[in-house]
Every structure is written in structure tokens, then in C-alpha cells.
């Protein structure tokens, strides 16, 4: 039904800042609920921050408030991650998800998304 392509990854240094992009693709919705995971090797994949479709409701992992920020363009399906202050246990794969829902009830579980992009490597060297 949808594709979501990330983009904006690659190596920084420590204190550094990204903003990742997560573009959908298909038969996307206003109603799409958006989030971001990332994983490092050896390690289960965690959630990062989340949107709701209206794009006014953020939630942000406690691990990385006041440093990243989450918001959407409804207009060009994509939504963004700011990555600021970023520190070398930053580096991951960092994966955007998708579900098609009005009520986002639990942002932080892996299920509660339907569309996965592949990813996009975010390296922080020291």
C-alpha cells in the first residue's frame, strides 16, 4: 500500500546535528501516523519519536529529549527527524514506520506499524 524511503543519514561528529527524512510512497493517507526507530548491532530496536496524523502531537523517547525533534509535512507525506547534540551511542541504523490511523494508542511498540523503510545508517565518530 505505501513505501517509505529515509534519506539524510551518513557520518557526523559527536555534537554534530542530522535531519533525517522519511518520504511515503503509494497510496499514502493524512491519516498516517509516523514514527522513528533505530537499531545498533546486537541490540533490539527502539523507538525514537513518533506523530501523530495531525502532526500537533509528538511522542519522544526519553533517552533522547532535548536533543531530537519529530514533525511532519502532511502536504509531501515525509516527516523528519533533528537530531541534535549527537553523541557517538547515536550511531545506528535509524528506521522510519508508518501505520494508517487517527490514534496512535501505543507509539513506542514495534507492531503498532504497518510500512517499514529500510533504513539509513547515521555513523557519530568520537
Known amino acids: 500500500q505505501v513505501q517509505l524511503e529515509e534519506s539524510g543519514g551518513g557520518l557526523v561528529q559527536a555534537g554534530g546535528s542530522v535531519r533525517l527524512s522519511c518520504a511515503a510512497f503509494?497510496?499514502?493517507?493524512?491519516?498516517?501516523?509516523m514514527g522513528w526507530f533505530r537499531q545498533s548491532p546486537g541490540k533490539e530496536r527502539t523507538f525514537m519519536a513518533a506523530i501523530d496524523w495531525t502532526g500537533t502531537k509528538t511522542y519522544i523517547s526519553d533517552s533522547v529529549k532535548g536533543r531530537f525533534t519529530i514533525s511532519r509535512d502532511n502536504t509531501k507525506t515525509t516527516s523528519y527527524l533533528q537530531m541534535n547534540g549527537l553523541k557517538p551511542e547515536d550511531t545506528a541504523v535509524y528506521h522510519c514506520?508508518?501505520?494508517?490511523?487517527?490514534?496512535?494508542?501505543?507509539?513506542?511498540?514495534?507492531?503498532?506499524?504497518?510500512?517499514w523503510g529500510q533504513g539509513t545508517q547515521v555513523t557519530v565518530s568520537s
Open positions: 514506520a508508518a501505520t494508517y490511523t487517527r490514534t496512535l494508542h501505543a507509539p513506542q511498540v514495534e507492531d503498532a506499524y504497518n510500512y
Open positions: 503509494g497510496r499514502t493517507s493524512s491519516t498516517y501516523a
